[in-house]
């Protein structure tokens, strides 16, 4: 309940610099957050994101996928950092490294798992049938990855620019920059998702399997059909989450969405807990043999292209980079 006294009479105390505050000589409204981080919803995420770093690496090294692996393991790393960040804070809501830490960290971290997942599509292109597609299977990476590439520089420039501002003014700036990295992940996202789906429209509709039979009969499976799924499903969750960072930051500072913590864990925290998980459950390695580059995938793009196979061969191993 809202006290009757007015917080100058409730903190006379109050230091004029906010990192000097306790909970007895400040309220929380002087803190950036606006509020103290709750403990449990710090320490849950942490323990899950944990668990799921255990498995990708497990997964990574039983199937040799090490790019994905990689890509996954640094986001992983990340969102572990984020949420050490918000333990902290439970401490001490007042210091302001504290929340750089966490909002600049957990900013970037989806954009690994959005890599991850730019890599399978070009595998996926091959197997189902490149002559579907829209862009050559070896252009999905690069394109989307120069994407990512843009996308995490603008979040981590102005993720630099927040953490080294002096006033709320530049750290605001930082701010806008970060909110452009994260449209422009928004953008990338649903570009990416609107040319996953099509081409696997356009390979159901047209009722064609890939020339070899090893590839057509995976592509008919329903371990294939599950991978498909769950990718698919990983993307929207990454694509919610960020359109929610996107319409947190416009807010600013004070905005109803950065003083949300219930509405924060939720979408930075629960969606992107199970777009990893997803990643793991239905690991590309699991499916596809771990991208190993065989026969049968050269085969199979020699024959979309009429190609020598130096196309096929550079793009068939993605994840063993």
């Known amino acids: 309940m809202a006290s009757d006294f007015p917080e100058s009479d409730r903190f006379p105390n109050q230091p004029m610099d906010p990192s000097l505050c306790t909970f007895d000589t400040c309220p929380l409204s002087s803190s950036i957050f606006r509020y103290q981080p709750n403990l449990a919803m710090a320490v849950v995420p942490l323990a899950l994101f944990g668990l799921l770093t255990i498995g990708h690496i497990i997964a990574g090294w039983r199937y040799k996928t090490w790019t994905y692996t990689v890509s996954i393991l ?182 109803k969405l950065m003083k949300d913590e219930n509405t924060f864990l939720v979408f930075e925290g629960i969606l992107i807990v199970i777009a990893v998980m997803l990643l793991l459950v239905f690991h590309p390695g699991a499916v596809m043999d771990g991208f190993g580059g065989s026969a049968k995938s050269k085969v199979s793009d020699k024959t979309a292209y009429g190609s020598s196979g130096e196309e096929g061969d550079s793009e068939m191993n993605p994840l063993h980079v």
Not at 110 to 125: D, E, Q, S
Not at 214 to 243: E, F, H
């Open 74 to 255: 640094i986001g992983l790393a990340l969102e572990l950092a984020g949420y050490v960040g918000r333990i902290l804070a439970h401490g001490n809501p007042f210091l302001d490294n504290y929340y750089l830490l966490q909002i600049v960290v957990l900013t970037c971290a989806p954009v690994l798992f959005c890599a991850a997942i730019y890599i399978c599509l070009g595998r996926i292109v091959v197997i189902c049938g490149p002559e579907m597609s829209r862009l050559r299977p070896a252009w999905y990476t690069p394109i989307f990855l120069t994407c990512d590439v843009i996308s995490l520089a603008l979040q981590g420039a102005g993720g630099a620019l927040t953490s080294t501002a002096n006033d709320d003014v530049g750290r605001q700036q930082g701010i806008n920059i970060m909110l452009g990295g994260l449209s422009f992940q928004v953008a990338t996202i649903a570009i990416f998702g609107f040319l996953f789906l099509e081409f696997l429209w356009r390979t159901h509709a047209s009722h064609k399997v890939s020339n070899d039979f090893q590839n057509a009969s995976l592509a008919q499976s329903k371990k294939w059909t599950a991978y498909l799924w769950s990718l698919g499903s990983a993307t929207l969750l990454i694509l919610i989450r960020s359109i929610y960072r996107v319409a947190e930051m416009a807010g600013g500072y004070d905005g």
